[in-house]
C-alpha cells in the first residue's frame, strides 16, 4: 500500500521557469493538502484540495502559484516564473477524511531555483 | 491568532538524557496533534490528544494535554540518538482539514 508519492523528489529551475510538484494521494483519501517548508522553519499551509474543489488556498501567493487536483491524476502545484525565494521543501499530505486528523506526508520535492 | 508557540527552538542532549518540547496556544484547542520529522525526511504523525488532562505514552514518548487545553508537551525519557529531529505540534485551523503548525524543536542527540 503505496504512501504519499510526490515527484521529483529534487527540482532545480532557473529563475523565470515553471516548477510542477505533483503529489499523489494514499489510496482512498481525497483530501489533500500542501504546505512549505523553509530551511528550520516550520510548515506552512498553501493550500488544501479535494477532487476537482480547491476547498482553501488562503496560504497560497495569489500570483505566480496555482494548485489543482483533477478527478483523474495526481495533485499538482505549479510554480510559474520562478524565483530565488521559492527555494523550499513543498510536502503534500493527504487524509480520508477532511477534520485534519493524522496527515500522511510525502517525501517532499526540494525545489532549488539558481 | 491560530498559531501555536513552541520552545525551545533547540535542544541539545547527551543520549540517556530526558528532553521535552512545549506547544502553547492563546485559545483552547480542539485537539493537539505531534509529528517528528528527522533530518532531510518528512513529518511523520505520532499522535493527537483530545481530551483536557489527556496523557498518552508510546514507548519512551509522553504526551500530555493540559487541563485547559491551552498547551501541551511531548517528553522523551532517556533520549537516544534515533530521536535526533525535528518535533512539532499541530493545531487544527477554522477551516476543517486546515493545520497550524508550530516552528518545531530541534532535537541533537549527543553519544
Known amino acids: 500500500n503505496a504512501g504519499v508519492m510526490q515527484n521529483p523528489r529534487h527540482l532545480v529551475r532557473r529563475r523565470g521557469q515553471e516548477a510542477r510538484l505533483r503529489c499523489s494521494p494514499m489510496?482512498?483519501?481525497?483530501?489533500v493538502y500542501w504546505y512549505r517548508q523553509l530551511p528550520e522553519e516550520g510548515l506552512k499551509f498553501m493550500v488544501y484540495l479535494q477532487k476537482e474543489n480547491i476547498i482553501d488556498e488562503s496560504g497560497m501567493p495569489k500570483e505566480r502559484f496555482s494548485a489543482e487536483f483533477p478527478k483523474e491524476g495526481p495533485s499538482i502545484l505549479r510554480i510559474q516564473q520562478v524565483v530565488r525565494g521559492d527555494s523550499a521543501a513543498y510536502f503534500c499530505?493527504?487524509?480520508?477524511?477532511?477534520?485534519?486528523?493524522?496527515?500522511?506526508f510525502g517525501s517532499g520535492t526540494r525545489l532549488t531555483v539558481v | 491568532g491560530q498559531q501555536v508557540m513552541q520552545i525551545p527552538q533547540y535542544q541539545h542532549v547527551q543520549e540517556g538524557e530526558d528532553f521535552t518540547t512545549y506547544c502553547n496556544s492563546s485559545?483552547?484547542?480542539?485537539?493537539i496533534q505531534w509529528y517528528k520529522q528527522r533530518p532531510g525526511g518528512h513529518p511523520v504523525f505520532l499522535i493527537q490528544?483530545?481530551?483536557?488532562?489527556e496523557v498518552k505514552k508510546q514507548k519512551r514518548l509522553t504526551f500530555q494535554f493540559g487541563e485547559a487545553k491551552k498547551n501541551s508537551s511531548l517528553h522523551i525519557t532517556a533520549t537516544q540518538t534515533t530521536d535526533v529531529g525535528t518535533y512539532f505540534c499541530?493545531?487544527?485551523?477554522?477551516?476543517?482539514?486546515?493545520?497550524?503548525f508550530g516552528r518545531g524543536t530541534q532535537l541533537t542527540v549527543w553519544p
Open positions: 489510496k482512498g483519501h481525497s483530501h
Open positions: 485559545t483552547t484547542l480542539s485537539n
Open positions: 499530505a493527504s487524509s480520508s477524511a477532511g477534520d485534519g486528523y493524522g496527515y500522511t
Open positions: 499541530a493545531r487544527r485551523g477554522s477551516t476543517l482539514g486546515r493545520l497550524y
Open positions: 490528544l483530545v481530551k483536557s488532562g
